[in-house]
């Protein structure tokens, strides 16, 4: 199995430009998010969906629009390109969370991908 | 989400075990905490989680406090491999994780 695959690797853009990163995975995942890690930093969530043809904002959702149309992909779009996007922008899958009685809600292992390298000169 | 915090760096020698600690004072009794690691050039990777007690799997341990306000990821012997970033995470009702800058670990040979 391929897991989560990311395209592309790598891609420069210039300020205004849009474009559309994949992601695709072939575990039959429930949930796929959408992170961005910059130099020396952590991940931040930028959106996420629980389901085909549902998404929902993370901690940094301005200027990115996602659509989940197929179970398997989970696309994120920049409208303008602006030199701040620049980062390396995370993809991740899980198989959905359950409640579990008095113990709350569990979020099953999340399985990223390689990474999208995204330079915005 | 409950703020955690990490040492931002660590070191220790191969084939030596190491505690990495992750501080969550303000966890609230449902919360569970997971542990992520990062290799160099790649995505994170699952370590594992837990909720009140100790876990134990193929990768690693995972100590809980009593009061669960802070927790240990145990490597019991480390390897070159090992070498990576360690995110402590603590979910709580949302459907998302929350990671912090994490704690970078060298492994000396």
């Known amino acids: 199995n391929a897991g989560v695959t990311q395209t592309p690797k790598f891609r420069v853009l210039k300020t205004g430009q849009s474009m559309t990163l994949l992601c695709a995975q072939d575990?039959?995942?429930?949930?796929m998010y959408w992170y961005r890690q910059d130099p020396g930093m952590g991940l931040r969530l930028i959106h996420y969906?629980?389901?085909?043809?549902?998404?929902a904002k993370g901690e940094v959702p301005d200027g990115y629009n996602v659509s989940r149309l197929k179970k398997q992909n989970f696309l994120l779009g920049l409208e303008s390109a602006a030199p701040s996007q620049t980062s390396v922008y995370f993809c991740a899958s899980s198989s959905a969370g359950y409640q579990v009685a008095g113990q709350g809600w569990m979020n099953q292992p999340q399985h990223f991908g390689d990474g999208t390298r995204l330079s915005i000169l | 989400d409950a703020k955690t915090t990490q040492p931002n760096s660590m070191e220790s020698n191969e084939e030596e075990p190491v505690h990495l600690p992750c501080n969550h004072s303000t966890i609230s009794g449902t919360d569970y905490i997971h542990w992520y690691r990062q290799l160099p050039s790649q995505g994170p990777e699952y370590v594992i989680h837990g909720l009140t007690s100790n876990v134990n799997n193929r990768m690693a341990s995972l100590a809980i406090a009593e009061d669960r306000k802070s927790s240990t990821l145990i490597l019991h012997r480390a390897t070159l491999r090992d070498a990576a970033v360690y995110y402590c995470t603590v979910q709580g009702s949302a459907r998302q994780l929350t990671f912090g800058s994490g704690t970078q670990l060298t492994v000396l040979p």
């Open positions: 969906s629980v389901g085909e043809g549902t998404t």
């Open positions: 575990m039959n995942h429930e949930y």
